[in-house]
């Protein structure tokens, strides 16, 4: 079965202050590792896909990596505007239809 | 452009009753999603559509039906309310379903009494 956990469930920083939230996932087969930010009241947003171990995106402040086991969303120098609930979610090889999602990471960021 | 479109964005509905949630996309997308997000949980996939005139059951479907009512509408029936439902609900559309860059609507949320 396909597994995703997402550490901390709650991290607060204050602005500036640089730091990561992990995506551990289990699955047969990756065919594609997702990030997604979500607002309170708000559905997700999509930020990233990663593919294959070794692969890296990077949008603004933030920056995902991946690798066989796990991915981390890198958030350099934030800002208030980046506080949000981060969700990571696993599609694997052969389950089109599914993608199994984390709880998320609840990042607040104080000035 | 709207985007991922849901309504209501709220409900109350006593137990028993019956409810349609709707959704719409113009992102022209093939596939279309029903989520549910319960605290402390991840998001669960109810049913989707991978495209016009086809539909199929996800993690949870009991409970459940949808209509893919064209390509740009999906909706999300609950035929007689539990308080076991009580939940927000998001639709999503993608390119396809292995294309899951997902556009996801405000969601609704609704409480079962």
């Known amino acids: 079965e396909d597994q995703v956990t997402q550490s901390p469930e709650a991290l607060r920083l204050q602005e500036g202050e640089s730091s990561s939230l992990n995506c551990s996932y289990t699955v047969s087969g990756l065919r594609g590792l997702f990030w997604y930010r979500q607002d309170p009241g708000k559905g997700p947003e999509f930020l990233f896909t990663l593919y294959s171990a070794g692969e890296e995106k990077e949008k603004e402040r933030l920056k995902a990596t991946l690798t066989k086991k796990e991915s981390f969303l890198h958030i350099t120098a934030p800002k208030p505007e980046d506080s949000a609930t981060y969700l990571c979610?696993?599609?694997?090889?052969?389950?089109?239809?599914?993608?199994?999602f984390g709880t998320g990471t609840r990042l607040q960021v104080t000035l | 452009n709207a985007g991922v479109t849901q309504t209501p964005k709220f409900q109350v509905l006593k137990t028993g009753q019956s409810m349609t949630l709707q959704c719409a996309q113009d992102m022209n997308h093939n596939s279309m999603y029903w989520y549910r997000q319960d605290p402390g949980m991840g998001l669960r996939l109810i049913y989707y559509?991978?495209?016009?005139?086809?539909?199929d059951k996800g993690e949870v479907p009991n409970g459940y039906n949808v209509s893919r009512l064209n390509k740009r509408e999906f909706s999300l029936r609950l035929e007689s309310a539990a308080p076991s439902q009580t939940s927000v609900y998001f639709c999503?559309?993608?390119?396809?379903?292995?294309?899951?860059?997902?556009?996801f609507g405000q969601g609704t949320r609704l409480t079962v009494v």
């Open positions: 999503a559309s993608s390119p396809s379903l292995g294309q899951r860059e997902a556009f």
């Open positions: 559509s991978a495209s016009e005139g086809t539909t």
């Open positions: 979610a696993v599609q694997a090889s052969g389950t089109a239809s599914k993608l199994t």
